[in-house]
């Protein structure tokens, strides 16, 4: 038997619950620690370019921004202050560079309105939901615990599928063979979890969709 889950955090202390454990870092990269930026190169260059590359759209250009986000902290790496939020620091960076890239693009699709009228409206709400980012809420361990907490509500043989299929990476036919289950009754289970999951993680997909994109 299960035992029942405690409520599920809020946004506002997702926000607010993970600056103290990088500030060890960013006191660290304040004394040009090469290892403290290799690690956080290591931890986020491929979480930033996965949020960047959704709103442009443009793998070059995804790689272009997240590495002058990276080149730009180490250049003002004496100045930050002790308390900075490293993952919001960095997305911030990512978020305005991407910004200026898409108006240039929204430029670009009105010289050709009469032809881009769909390319030009995929821009703007890409714009918009960039606009409304808040980067401090971006990069949590606590979406792993809400992920965690949400997963262990679902009924036990879906959840089993869920995670068979999402974090060991198996297929269908894998799993089948080893629940002693048809393939179709494998997708049940599937499209069963994503249903419930999206309600009950309906405040945080955009979120989860950044940091766990094998959840999805």
Same mark, same amino acid.
């Given at each position: $038997? /299960?035992?029942?889950?405690?409520?599920?955090?809020?946004?506002?202390?997702?926000?607010?619950?993970? $600056?103290?454990?990088?500030?060890?870092?960013?006191?660290?990269?304040?004394?040009?620690?090469?290892?403290?930026?290799?690690?956080?190169?290591?931890?986020?260059?491929?979480?930033?370019?996965?949020?960047? %590359?959704?709103?442009? /759209?443009?793998?070059?250009?995804? #790689? *272009?921004?997240?590495?002058?986000? %990276?080149?730009? =902290?180490?250049?003002?790496? @004496?100045?930050?202050?002790?308390?900075? *939020?490293?993952?919001?620091?960095?997305?911030?960076?990512?978020?305005?560079?991407?910004? *200026?890239?898409?108006?240039?693009?929204?430029?670009?699709?009105?010289?050709?309105?009469?032809?881009?009228?769909?390319? =030009? @409206?995929?821009?703007?709400?890409?714009?918009? $939901?960039?606009?409304?980012?808040?980067? #401090?809420?971006?990069?949590?361990?606590?979406?792993?615990?809400?992920?965690k907490k949400?997963?262990?509500?679902?009924? +036990?043989?879906?959840?089993?599928?869920?995670? $068979?299929?999402?974090? +060991? +990476?198996?297929?269908?036919? #894998?799993?089948?063979?080893?629940?002693?289950?048809?393939?179709?009754?494998?997708?049940?289970?599937? @499209?069963?979890?994503?249903?419930?999951?999206?309600?009950l993680l309906?405040?945080?997909?955009?979120?989860?969709?950044?940091?766990?994109p094998h959840? %999805?």
């Amino acid at each position: $038997m /299960r035992i029942a889950c405690k409520a599920i955090p809020t946004k506002t202390q997702l926000a607010h619950g993970m $600056m103290e454990q990088w500030q060890i870092l960013a006191a660290k990269l304040r004394d040009a620690d090469q290892d403290a930026y290799n690690e956080i190169y290591r931890i986020f260059f491929p979480r930033l370019l996965r949020f960047c %590359f959704s709103y442009v /759209r443009d793998n070059a250009a995804a #790689e *272009n921004i997240v590495q002058d986000a %990276f080149l730009k =902290l180490w250049e003002v790496k @004496s100045t930050l202050a002790g308390n900075t *939020n490293l993952p919001a620091y960095l997305t911030t960076l990512v978020k305005n560079a991407s910004l *200026n890239y898409l108006q240039k693009k929204k430029s670009e699709s009105r010289v050709y309105s009469s032809l881009q009228q769909t390319a =030009l @409206s995929d821009v703007e709400l890409r714009i918009q $939901m960039l606009q409304g980012t808040i980067p #401090e809420n971006i990069f949590s361990k606590e979406l792993q615990v809400i992920v965690k907490k949400a997963i262990d509500q679902l009924p +036990e043989q879906t959840r089993r599928v869920l995670l $068979m299929n999402r974090y +060991e +990476e198996k297929s269908y036919r #894998e799993i089948a063979q080893l629940l002693g289950i048809s393939e179709k009754g494998v997708e049940y289970h599937i @499209s069963k979890a994503f249903r419930e999951l999206r309600t009950l993680l309906k405040d945080y997909l955009f979120y989860l969709f950044l940091t766990l994109p094998h959840f %999805f």
